[in-house]
């Protein structure tokens, strides 16, 4: 994975606005992959909207999850959703949400290959034709990520590796410049 997503996946990701010390205590959790104890918040708070919650750089919890591979966590945050008033327009809107670069909770599983949580966010409505602001699909996310799982699993949903980004560049461009050939 390239080292700008690693370095999104630590705690340079600034929660700030958040609206209770409680929001602030449940990003710290999932910082620390607390599943348990996520579980246990969720459970004592079950009116609690996941799907307001955002980094400054408008990252979700969800975003969040996935780029860290946390496939128990964003199990939970359904679960969390599906038991609640939440209506599934909401999931849906929340899961296809973007980040200021334009990046997908399920561009990030593409990027860290894992097809756990890219079947999950599919259930739940992911488009797998979103493009980031530079015009990445989810193949180039794959291919950035060396994930061959991910391109296999989208190209199988008929997904091109021709297609090309705002710059002309194609997943196999990308996969090149981030040097796994």
Known sequence: ???YYSSQSTSSCRWS??????DQNLVEL??????????NYL?????YDLTKIKASNQYSLLH????NNQINTCKLFFTHLKKGDFKPETI???INARTDAGQTALYFASLTGNLGIINLLEENGADIYARDNE?????????QGNQPLSLIHFRSKGLSFQETDYKARTPLHIAANEGFF
């Open 1 to 3: 994975m390239s080292s």
């Open 17 to 22: 606005n958040l609206p209770k010390s409680s």
């Open 30 to 39: 999932i910082y620390m992959n607390r599943t348990h104890q996520i579980q």
């Open 43 to 47: 459970q004592q708070n079950p009116d």
């Open 64 to 67: 969040f999850a996935c780029l």
């Open 92 to 94: 849906k809107a929340w």
């Open 135 to 143: 015009g990445l699909t989810l193949m180039h996310a794959a291919a």
